[in-house]
């Protein structure tokens, strides 16, 4: 059985049937069905699966990231995947539903003011 973490990186490619030609077939990733919604998944499983590779990261550590969207989301799912402590900062104004989200995923969140 797969895990939600599992499925990073495993999206569907799907043909545009509308752009291809016979000479041409053009493809596209959907990356928002990674189970954090973006490609942003992929971006953080390699940076910390590198870091841990790399004796630069391990269970219990703490990665910090200023964050203003997705990329928060990826982090905070992988890095709890790991038993890694992730803190955001966030500005005020950034969307809750995502805030919720990499709380939910134990993220530790800190707001900051907007710019």
Do not use: W
């Not at 599992?6 to 596209?28: C, K, M, N, W």
């Not at 499983?45 to 964050?67: C, F, M, N, S, W």
């Not at 402590?85 to 707001?111: D, Q, T, W």
């Amino acid at each position: 059985m797969l895990r939600n973490f599992d499925l990073i990186g495993r999206t569907p490619l799907v043909q545009l049937e509308h752009y291809s030609t016979d000479r041409v077939q053009i493809f596209a990733k959907l990356e928002m069905h990674n189970p954090g919604g973006s490609v942003k998944d992929r971006l953080a499983k390699y940076l910390i699966e590198r870091a841990i590779e790399e004796g630069q990261l391990h269970p219990g550590d703490q990665i910090v990231e200023a964050t203003a969207g997705n990329t928060g989301i990826g982090l905070a799912m992988v890095a709890n995947h790991y038993d890694i402590n992730c803190v955001i900062f966030a500005p005020e104004g950034f969307s809750e539903e995502k805030i919720s989200i990499m709380r939910a995923l134990g993220a530790e969140i800190h707001r900051t003011p907007q710019a």
